[in-house]
């Protein structure tokens, strides 16, 4: 079935380089996409979400970027902090699909190094 | 805003006992909830979808006299595993999302369940 994955299982930057963590999706009647950080032994945290109506969206040190053409979704992170390690996931929907589900990707981790 | 509070956050309890994990909405109205397994060093493998006032959904291979889920109000729901053994040791978490297309899910931070 469609699903969604991700390139890179792992991640390490250097604390103060920008991160980029990338997303790739089958479906394309997917037009609502979101980005969760998930900390150890926590629940996923929401950071942002992008309609398929636009190709970016800026939140505070992140970026989504969203290419329709390939169905690529990617995350950055500016001047990567310590406190941005944790593992990411990306979900699609359909804005159509009133209260479904999304389908999450594996999730990248994330490790910022000193 | 949009918070959802899980709880009980870890348990430990001998096999064959019952476990029930809440999830709460706390200002908003969750139209539907969802609950998740999730094994470690892996991604959210969802387990049911319920709506408020319905029977819950489950996913295919997950047994739902096993996993009972109750979504009686706008702003409850909960889990509970029923004659819980080892194997169902895991990291619960529950989500929530209102009304209206292209709501992002909120989670709560999850229940830790450990069956000895």
């Known amino acids: 079935g469609e699903s969604v994955g991700l390139h890179l299982p792992t991640l390490s930057v250097q604390e103060g380089d920008n991160s980029i963590i990338n997303c790739a999706y089958s479906?394309?009647?997917?037009?609502?996409f979101i980005w969760y950080k998930q900390e150890s032994g926590k629940g996923p945290q929401f950071i942002i979400d992008?309609?398929?109506?636009?190709d970016k969206r800026q939140g505070q040190r992140v970026t989504v970027l969203l290419n329709k053409t390939v169905k690529h979704l990617s995350l950055q992170i500016a001047a990567t902090q310590p406190g941005d390690s944790a593992v990411y996931f990306c979900a699609e929907n359909m804005s159509d699909n009133y209260g479904q589900n999304f389908v999450f990707g594996p999730g990248t981790r994330l490790s910022v190094l000193p | 805003g949009a918070v959802v509070s899980q709880h009980p956050s870890w348990v430990i309890c001998k096999s064959g006992t019952s476990v029930k994990i809440e999830c709460r909405s706390l200002?908003?109205?969750?139209?539907?909830m969802f609950w998740y397994r999730q094994f470690p060093k892996q991604s959210l493998m969802l387990m049911a979808t319920?709506?408020?006032?319905?029977?819950?959904?489950?996913e295919q291979g997950v047994e739902k006299d096993k996993f009972l889920i109750n979504h009686a109000s706008l702003t409850l729901s909960t889990l509970t595993v029923t004659s819980a053994h080892p194997e169902d040791s895991s990291f619960y978490i529950c989500?929530?999302?209102?009304?209206?297309?292209?709501?992002?899910?909120?989670f709560g931070d999850g229940t830790r369940l450990s069956i000895l």
């Open positions: 200002d908003f109205q969750a139209t539907t």
């Open positions: 319920s709506n408020e006032g319905s029977k819950a959904t489950y």
């Open positions: 989500s929530a999302t209102g009304q209206g297309a292209s709501q992002p899910q909120h």
């Open positions: 992008i309609r398929s109506n636009m």
């Open positions: 479906n394309s009647a997917s037009d609502y």
